[in-house]
């Protein structure tokens, strides 16, 4: 497992380096924790006139140098433990940029970082740092609002999507000591699907009740296939099947069953990926309490009986 967290002294990105630290991290990974040091241009809002009044940028540069050093001695210091080599790097730049970049460079298979707030206004500045980097990273994001996750959530209708959201949680080894629930949504609109408006659809109950147990047969085996293959690798896994529209289902799920973290997965990248991400798994970023996996690949599951005889490494911030 190689991964890479991003932090920058703020609340929100505590709770990242929290998860992080309460992950159950396989003896072998690699966590690469990373500061971006912001340039003059974004201290500013854009190029000032020479004899305007501001605070030197080599002394603000100098100051937040030290600053983002000294917290990435402090998570170096917190996330340190036999089998997990950790790695520290300060880079200037865009903070966006930088973190999908190095995670692109260093082959990571995860990317932790933090959220601003919740809401309105978590939905204004998500997209900052945290939205852009979920939709251009090639590997799977984890958006963190808890400090923990102790108790995972998964969303799974069947798909080879899905899957792969199922078998990195599995595969990882990152989630050993949780608890999981696969959860399957019966997303059914009589409206569209049986070609009534919404009115004509109230009379269709017979058709409609009908489409709806099957989709709960459906739903049966699609979690409990789901749930064996999590079982398989030492999960305790429970499931449940809901009825209605799939992201507002797997919200209220997580807020009911107190979830620490929800999973999904998605496909693709870039404005494409932005389109078919938007429609459940970006709902679910933006409106979930919980932290947000979005999974895109599985990783190489590490055998239970593995061990690494390296010592943990420790990188001095360049």
């Known amino acids: 497992m190689k991964a890479l967290l991003a932090i920058d002294g703020s609340s929100e990105s505590a709770l990242a380096l929290d998860t992080s630290a309460n992950l159950t991290w396989p003896a072998g990974s690699l966590l690469e924790i990373l500061t971006v040091l ?50 520290a790097r300060l880079v200037e730049g865009r903070a966006a940029s930088v973190i999908v970049d190095e995670a692109e460079e260093s082959g990571a298979d995860l990317v932790i970082l933090g959220a601003r707030g919740h809401g309105a206004i978590e939905r204004a500045f998500l997209g900052s740092v945290s939205a852009e980097v979920v939709d251009q990273a090639h590997c799977s994001v984890l958006v963190a609002r808890r400090p923990s996750a102790g108790r995972i959530l998964i969303g799974a209708d069947g798909s080879d999507v899905a899957m792969s959201a199922i078998a990195f949680v599995g595969g990882s080894r990152l989630f050993e000591a949780s608890t999981a629930r696969v959860m399957y949504a019966i997303d059914l609109d009589p409206s569209w699907w049986m070609g009534f408006t919404p009115g004509d659809a109230a009379f269709a109950v017979d058709p409609y009740v009908s489409v709806v147990d099957e989709g709960r047969v459906r739903g049966d085996k ?74 895109r690949r599985a990783v190489k599951a590490v055998p239970h009986s593995e061990t690494v005889s390296s010592e943990p490494m420790d990188a001095v911030p360049a």
């Open 222 to 295: 699609v979690t409990s296939a789901a749930a064996t293959l999590l079982r398989s690798d030492g999960l305790d896994v429970s499931t449940v099947v809901h009825e209605g529209p799939a992201a507002a289902a797997i919200v209220q799920e997580a807020r009911t069953w107190n979830a620490d973290l929800v999973v999904v997965g998605t496909r693709g990248n870039g404005l494409m990926k932005r389109l078919l991400l938007g429609s459940t798994a970006r709902s679910v970023l933006h409106h979930a309490a919980a932290s947000v996996l979005i999974a």
């Open 38 to 87: 912001p340039t003059e241009a974004e201290w500013y809002g854009g190029p000032w006139d020479t004899g305007v009044a501001y605070v030197p940028s080599d002394d603000i540069r100098d100051r937040l140098r030290i600053d983002r050093e000294a917290l990435l001695e402090r998570a170096i210091a917190r996330l340190r433990r036999p089998g997990l080599g950790v790695s």
